[in-house]
């Protein structure tokens, strides 16, 4: 299989650092964790209806859109069915506010601007989109914070699942994706971020994040090199 994960990503701290050992993904011991790909992000209104800024924006997003239905979620699908396969945990994290006027948020998720979202739990917009839809047996922690781990009990169900590498998958590469991973590193687990399993808003900010989180918070490969790793 290609080793290109290995040198690739690499940011200015780590030029010239030794290659870093195949990872050991022992069956039971791997999660995979499918971080806010929700109805919310993924709507879009009909651009026939929009003018001015609104249809500028429409356009400005298409990008991402695009690399969601083409990449981004078939790639996540891809690894949830593999996962599933093998008998080794699928878990969802998802942005729900647990009150209707969601005042239960995090300040980085009331202040104003893009992450000013009130996604109630149980309304369709905080779903996750029916693409990747959660089994009744697996777990799906709501988080009112960018961090997976931060306010929530998934620190603590990974490890009493016996979980020591988690495989991260989802949006935004730059955000919810970022906090999840470093707080996961930070809580000593391993940590895979599979490089065509996410998106940011653009690509730029996706690849800029990846080599800032490479080597120090996780190791980024693709999922074709993730797939030669897993047991099962």
């Known amino acids: 299989m290609t080793q290109g994960w290995k040198t690739a990503?690499?940011?200015?701290?780590?030029?010239?650092?030794p290659e870093a050992p195949d990872p050991v993904l022992l069956p039971g011991c791997v999660a995979l964790l499918v971080i806010d790909v929700q109805n919310?992000?993924?709507?879009?209104?009909?651009?026939a209806t929009l003018q001015g800024e609104a249809l500028a924006r429409w356009h400005r997003w298409t990008p991402f859109h695009e690399r969601m239905r083409g990449t981004v979620i078939p790639t996540i699908a891809r690894l949830i069915e593999r996962f599933r396969a093998g008998g080794s945990p699928?878990?969802?994290?998802?942005?729900?506010?647990?009150?209707?006027?969601?005042?239960?948020?995090?300040l980085s998720q009331r202040k104003p601007g893009w992450n000013d979202l009130?996604?109630?739990?149980?309304?369709?917009?905080?779903?996750?989109?029916?693409?990747?839809?959660?089994?009744?047996?697996?777990?799906?922690?709501?988080?009112?914070?960018?961090?997976?781990?931060t306010g929530t009990n998934l620190r603590l169900v990974l490890q009493n699942m016996g979980v020591t590498h988690v495989v991260a998958t989802g949006i935004f590469t730059d955000q919810c994706v970022s906090s999840t991973v470093r707080s996961l590193a930070d809580?000593?687990?391993d940590?895979?971020?599979?490089?065509?399993?996410?998106?940011?808003g653009s690509?730029?900010?996706h690849e800029q994040e990846l080599r800032i989180l490479n080597r120090i918070y996780c190791e980024v490969m693709s999922a074709e090199e993730l797939l030669g790793f897993l047991p099962g």
Do not use: H, M, N
């Not at 699928?90 to 995090?106: C, N, Q």
């Not at 309304?123 to 009112?144: F, G, H, I, N, Y």
């Not at 940590?191 to 940011?200: G, K, M, S, T, Y």
């Open 203 to 205: 690509q730029e900010l």
């Open 118 to 149: 009130l996604l109630p739990k149980d309304e369709w917009a905080s779903q996750v989109v029916p693409e990747l839809a959660p089994r009744a047996d697996e777990v799906q922690v709501t988080k009112t914070t960018d961090s997976a781990l």
């Open 187 to 189: 809580e000593s687990f």
């Open 40 to 47: 919310t992000y993924l709507d879009r209104p009909d651009p």
């Open 90 to 106: 699928v878990v969802f994290a998802r942005i729900a506010a647990l009150l209707p006027d969601g005042r239960d948020r995090s």
């Open 9 to 17: 990503w690499r940011s200015f701290y780590y030029e010239g650092a």
């Open 191 to 200: 940590v895979i971020l599979v490089e065509d399993a996410c998106a940011a």
